[in-house]
Nanobody, 127 residues
Framework: EVQLVESGGGLVQAGGSLRLSCAAS????????IGWFRQAPGKERQGVSC????????FYANSVKGRFTISSDNAKNTVYLQMNSLKPEDTAVYYC????????????????????WGKGALVNVSS
């Protein structure tokens, strides 16, 4: 059974930090790019960051560049999203996503190109 399980969400004040984790199982981790989308109330799901498990190449949306860092522990089949200097506009449900193509799918916020989704983790940044 394929699973992507997110953890690490929560409530934080503006300027604070959180680290999201995505534990993957049920598929060949090295064959996929793993990314993060987020969806705020009333808005479309947006690609935030992605890492290619095979070569480590990364993508960041302009809105998070310089504040968020994505990393992968292939031995644990886990991807992390370190989020620093959080802003109220970062408030959203964050979804872990796996695609057997490239991070360009996440960069284009192309939800149809995603093979597997996690259930989401809520990040709430208060001002």
């Amino acid at each position: 059974e394929v699973q992507l399980v997110e953890s690490g969400g929560g409530l934080v004040q503006a300027g604070g930090s959180l680290r999201l984790s995505c534990a993957a199982s049920g598929f060949t981790f090295d064959d996929y790019a793993i990314g993060w989308f987020r969806q705020a109330p009333g808005k479309e799901r947006q690609g935030v960051s992605c890492i290619s498990s095979s070569d480590g190449k990364t993508f960041y949306a302009n809105s998070v560049k310089g504040r968020f860092t994505i990393s992968s522990d292939n031995a644990k089949n886990t991807v992390y999203l370190q989020m620093n200097s959080l802003k109220p506009e970062d408030t959203a449900v964050y979804y872990c996503a796996a695609t057997n193509t490239w991070c360009t799918v996440v960069a284009a916020s192309n939800t149809y190109g995603i093979n597997y989704w996690g259930k989401g983790a809520l990040v709430n940044v208060s001002s």
